[in-house]
């Protein structure tokens, strides 16, 4: 084995082995087989991630919950906060973000007159 595929072996073994420290056996078996870091982030990424186009329909899903988001009758203050809060936290996760007056205002308006 030249240097060169020596250094190479070396560097995967590291990349890989600083990935698959940080997995749970769940994910660890998921990417056991890969070939090289690159391959274990990208099934890792989808894994989580999805696709672009998963990634797509989740926010389109969130954007219209968030659209269509009311309090409910006999609901707490706190319990719709709590619904709100994740709509927008997982939009967050997804990339997509709103402006602290827009999320404000959506909540004054969604609020009961109880």
């Known amino acids: ?66 659209e269509l988001f009311r309090m409910n009758p006999n609901e707490s203050i706190h319990d719709m906060q709590k619904k709100f809060t994740h709509i927008i936290n997982h939009l967050a996760s997804l990339g997509k973000f709103f402006p602290n007056e827009d999320l404000i205002n959506k909540v004054l308006r969604c609020l009961n007159r109880e």
């Open 1 to 66: 084995m030249s240097l060169r595929g020596s250094e190479f072996v070396k560097s995967f073994l590291q990349d890989s082995g600083i990935i698959t420290s940080a997995l749970g056996m769940d994910e660890y078996f998921r990417v056991s087989n890969c070939k090289n870091a690159k391959d274990m982030w990208d099934t890792l990424q989808v894994t989580h991630e999805g696709t672009k186009n998963v990634k797509k329909s989740r926010i389109n899903t969130l954007t219209h919950e968030y």
